[in-house]
């Protein structure tokens, strides 16, 4: 077998190093513990550890101390942080500091396995030279586990010659993942030629993507090339292919399983040397269930499959792609905007952003429009109001003066509603799922949620 990991849990409690380190040797990592940060930065010092868990408030120093001490040392082992509290701030800061990610305890078993798994996964030490500060790939700006994978499969396929289905919401990159992939790829010397497939009416498709001879229908005065041929030994991206109609479907079918077409009129055939990478905002496998999407034609385009999440699934990006675009549009609205105040950024870190990406970047922009002066403050943001629910929640938090106030029984019950909801939020609404969280049972979490009339 090759390398084992080596993961190193900093926690100044005994039981909680004990506890993981078991757990860690049961998965078969060897472990080492340190009981304060500044045992664990003269252990990674040494080199040899591939992760470090950590526990973030300690006597010694915090986590997020240790955490932009490695970042000043130019050591870039993954870094997963472990609290008690979960504090917005903590998490921003975590984040930004370059955590690989941010856990609350109590966490349960199984998803701390997964979480360490994919840490080991992401590469271990990223070279310095190649992603400093702000990660980005190919103009795809991101460092969340989930785009990292991205990052590397596109690496990975880019030079083959596989048609790629690439399918995730709306906003979310796709066309720059496409783009990515054919600057890559062995036909990057080529064109790149979109066909926006819900744009060409069915009557026209077949001219405008394979082209016509002069006298094919009338209004066809001249041989026309079309898409395909402009792409020759390049890529053809099938954008929206979802949109495409039952007979355009059978028709682009046969041009892939025979790599020719031939011009509409046109008795010659001519090969198709091109690679096709198509993208979708709909679940294309849903659609082909529904019969709405030919079976044959989906495997023929989706030979590598590749999901982009939604941002909601990968906040680790919000603070990057927020500087991205701050020094986006100052520039272009010569102002000399840098940062967001931290409460700014908390709120768009609890926001779910429906329109991923492409609606973060508007909300930037305005939000470096209407700002004058250099830092943007919440109220410069404008967020789609129905979604802001986490936000008015963490408005109405209570401090440790409001629980004295209320009493033992209130503190208390306002504290279990908060962590219910907060629960249920993280299960995506799973009762289930919420009750593991809180390690209680499913029925007597229904009968909270029924008490408290969270749904
Ligand atoms: N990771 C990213 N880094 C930088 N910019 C991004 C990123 N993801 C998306 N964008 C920007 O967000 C906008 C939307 O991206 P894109 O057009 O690729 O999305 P899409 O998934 O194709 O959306 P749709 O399904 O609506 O066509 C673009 O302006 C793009 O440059
Ligand atoms: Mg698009």
Known sequence: MGHVPSILVVDDELSMREFLKILLEKEGYAAQTAANPAEALALVRQGAIDLVISDIKMPGGSGLGLLEELRAGGLSVPVILITAYASPEDAVRAMKGGAYDYITKPFNVPEIKEIIKNALASGGPIKESEEPEGASFQGIIGQ???????????????????????????????????????????????????????????????????????????????????LFTEANHGSVFLDEVGELTPLIQT????????????????????????????????????????????????YRLAVVPIRVPPLRE?????????????????????????????????????????????????????????????????????????????????????????????????AVASLEKTLIAQALERAGGSKMRAAELLKVSFRSLRYKTKKYGID
């Open 251 to 298: 028709k682009l079918l046969r041009v892939l399983q025979e790599r020719e077409f031939k011009p509409v009129g046109s008795s010659e055939t001519i090969k198709a040397d091109v690679r096709i990478i198509s993208a979708t905002n709909r679940d294309l496998e849903a659609e082909v269930v529904d019969k709405r999407f030919r079976e044959d034609l989906f």
């Open 144 to 226: 969340s586990q989930e785009m990292r994978r991205i990052f590397d499969l596109i690496r990975r396929i880019a030079p083959t010659h596989a048609n790629v289905l690439i399918q995730g919401e709306s906003g979310t990159g796709k066309e720059l993942v496409a783009q990515a992939i054919h600057e890559l790829s062995k036909a990057a010397g080529h064109k790149f030629v979109p066909i926006v497939c819900n744009a060409i009416p069915e009557s026209l498709f077949e001219s405008e993507v394979f082209g016509h001879v002069k006298g094919a229908f009338t209004g066809a005065l001249a041989n026309k090339p079309g």
């Open 314 to 410: 990968r906040k680790a990006d919000v603070p990057l792609l927020v500087n991205h675009f701050l020094a986006k549009y100052s520039a272009l609205f010569g102002k000399e905007i840098t940062a967001l105040s931290s409460y700014a950024l908390e709120v768009l870190m609890d926001y779910d952003f429906p329109g991923n990406v492409r609606e973060l970047e508007n909300i930037i922009e305005r939000g470096v429009a209407l700002e004058n002066s250099n830092l943007i403050l919440p109220e410069s943001l404008t967020l789609s109001a129905h979604r802001r629910r986490a936000v008015q929640s963490r408005e109405g938090e209570m401090s440790g003066d409001d629980y004295f106030e209320l009493g033992l029984d209130e």
